[in-house]
């Protein structure tokens, strides 16, 4: 299994401003993700961070609004640019690699004033 | 477009009753299925993996059923114990992307 680390665990950010989360995983893994759980409601996924290259956004998620770096195969960061307090939710990074189970990070809990 | 439901939504069980969690989506054309369990604080952790060509898994006291044709799967918990109590998510993956869709989860309370 692959052990997640984020970066801050949780924060209280001001409206306007941008907060970049951080994902460390312990090993070299395929695949990395970034979800978001909005408050009382289920996860959906924001994008695939590909290593090398741009992220796969997808539908209602844009690059402008979160973007998304992965410079290697065991580390990516998500920016949520220009918040508001929609924002409000929780950010969680998966990865998988090789086996489908999937494995999440304990979540970034983010509240915009 | 792929919707995944659980029933209950919340639950509340004595310690030491058998409990099932219900998750139904509404395309059938699953590649698998997965179970988790979220902890406050602490992220998701996966139970079990059922591949689109299977029935069950079992884990422990946990065992997952699919009925991929009816678009239905069941968790079912034996002899459940207060350190049960979290909420269940159950999601499903349409291909071999890895991409995953949640259900809205069942909020378990195990009462001692």
């Known amino acids: 299994s692959a052990v997640i680390s984020q970066k801050p665990s949780r924060d209280i950010c001001q409206r306007g401003t941008s907060l970049t989360i951080q994902c460390q995983v312990d090993s070299q893994v395929t695949m990395m993700f970034w979800y978001r759980q909005q408050p009382g409601q289920s996860l959906t996924l924001i994008a695939t961070a590909n290593q090398g290259s741009e992220a796969t956004y997808e539908s209602g998620f844009v690059i402008d609004k979160f973007p998304i770096s992965r410079p290697n195969l065991t580390f990516s960061t998500l920016t949520v640019s220009n918040m508001s307090p929609e924002d409000s939710s929780i950010y969680l990074c998966?990865?998988?690699?090789?086996?489908?189970?999937?494995?999440f990070g304990p979540g970034t809990r983010l509240l915009v004033l | 477009k792929q919707e995944v439901t659980q029933i209950p939504a919340a639950l509340s069980v004595p310690e030491g009753e058998n409990l099932v969690l219900n998750c139904s989506f509404t395309?059938?054309?699953?590649?698998?299925l997965q179970w988790f369990r979220q902890d406050p604080g602490k992220g998701l952790t996966s139970l079990l993996l059922i591949q689109s060509s299977q029935r069950e898994q079992t884990s422990g006291r946990l065992n997952a059923s699919l009925d991929k044709s009816s678009g239905r799967s069941t968790l079912y918990i034996a002899a459940s114990q207060p350190g049960d109590s979290a909420t269940y998510l159950c999601?499903?993956?349409?291909?071999?992307?890895?991409?995953?869709?949640f259900g809205s989860g069942t909020r378990l309370l195990v009462r001692p």
């Open positions: 998966s990865v998988a690699s090789g086996q489908e189970t999937q494995y």
């Open positions: 395309d059938s054309a699953i590649y698998n």
């Open positions: 999601a499903v993956s349409m291909d071999s992307s890895y991409k995953l869709i």
